[in-house]
């Protein structure tokens, strides 16, 4: 029976929010059209009319390709949410490992590079982080030399047009590559023949087809480069400035986890023989990760919904174009739905993704 009732108050409570929102959704519907303006959404499908700085939108029958002002509201929203998505995944990956760096300073021996640490993390959570957002562009990226006078290290060439990195590609021998990992997956459980097979499809890719991975370094000319991968001054400086902010947590949340790590592990790590860095690397570090994944996802989910900041930047992303497109069709109850259910969507399949590692590497206690 309390099982019953705590069903029923929760379907009673689901109840009065869902009757909440249809309420308030029907007094918007019947408010714009009192002024002529029906509920729809196919203003989807009318010509953009604005083009983009950047960004890649899916046309029929073209695939991916670079959004032009004659495509639809729709494919603009496409080319904002993959700019947001770009900008996520990369700062998650670039953010994760370095907090994990900064976490490793902040409880190393060395005084200084503790100290380094822990003033880092201090300015850093302490400050807004549309404040860092205009420090990087305005007062880093803007101010590099112009195109002319641009700084050149090893193939990467920095100046106010954005930053200019060697890019690295798939080949024709990736082909033979990918059938080796195939095989390498089936035959996993024998080591021996599974290395083998993943040797023999990368021999024979290569041979066949090329190398797998191509090598594209950035070539200088009077008005552009050729080749390499463009970051612009507006996604280096929202990348930056999430990388940069969500770390200074992420390294909190790694440290607390390495302390959480009962001393005993260490003393046994030292037993076995194993040095400090080993003991970390090998004891420590894996029994941590269990620990920091919960309050990790936490700090993923924030970089994600903090990539509508990029708007103060100039970078398209989608709340960027959703600011647009409001204000051209006049759409923007339809509109800013879509974009609140898009946010949820990618925050959901995020905590999806963490919860689902989390699930893997949790230990599991038999009583």
Do not use: C, H
Request: charged letters at 10%.
């Amino acid at each position: 029976m309390p099982r019953l009732r705590d069903l029923l108050l929760q379907g009673l409570v689901l109840g009065l929010v869902a009757w909440g929102l249809l309420l308030l959704l029907a007094e918007a519907r019947s408010r714009m059209a009192a002024q002529g303006i029906p509920f729809s959404f196919a203003f989807l499908s009318q010509e953009a009319g604005f083009s983009l700085s950047e960004g890649l939108t899916y046309a029929p029958g073209e695939g991916l390709r670079p959004f032009y002002p004659s495509d639809t509201y729709l494919q603009a929203l496409v080319a904002g949410f993959l700019n947001t998505v770009k900008v996520a995944l990369l700062g998650i990956v670039v953010a994760t490992i370095l907090g994990l760096l900064v976490a490793a300073g902040r409880l190393s021996a060395n005084p200084l590079a503790r100290a380094l640490a822990m003033g880092y993390v201090e300015a850093i959570r302490n400050t807004p982080l549309l404040l860092q957002l205009f420090v990087w562009y305005f007062a880093v990226l803007l101010k590099l030399p112009p195109w002319e006078k641009a700084l050149s290290w090893g193939g990467v060439i920095l100046s106010q047009r954005g930053l200019v990195l060697p890019q690295v590609g798939l080949g024709g021998g990736a082909w033979g590559l990918a059938l080796g990992l195939l095989a390498w997956f089936l035959l996993r459980q024998r080591p021996l023949w599974a290395w083998g097979a993943l040797a023999l499809g990368l021999l024979l890719g290569w041979a066949l087809l090329g190398p797998p991975l191509v090598y594209s370094a950035p070539e200088r000319g009077t008005f552009g480069t050729r080749g390499g991968l463009l970051l612009s001054p507006e996604f280096a400086a929202l990348l930056f400035g999430l990388v940069v902010y969500t770390a200074a947590f992420i390294a909190e949340v790694f440290r607390g986890a390495i302390l959480a790590v009962p001393k005993g592990q260490w003393e046994a790590a030292y037993a076995l023989g194993l040095e400090g860095r080993d003991a970390f690397r090998l004891i420590v570090l894996p029994q941590a990760v269990r620990i920091a994944v919960p309050p990790l996802a936490n700090q993923y989910l924030n970089l994600a919904k903090n990539t509508s900041l990029g708007v103060a930047v100039g970078y398209p992303d989608l709340f960027s174009v959703y600011s647009t497109v409001a204000n051209q069709s006049g759409r923007s109850l339809e509109a800013i739905l879509l974009v609140m259910a898009v946010y949820l969507t990618l925050s959901l399949s995020i905590s999806a993704v963490v919860n689902t590692y989390n699930r893997r590497v949790a230990l599991r206690w038999r009583l």
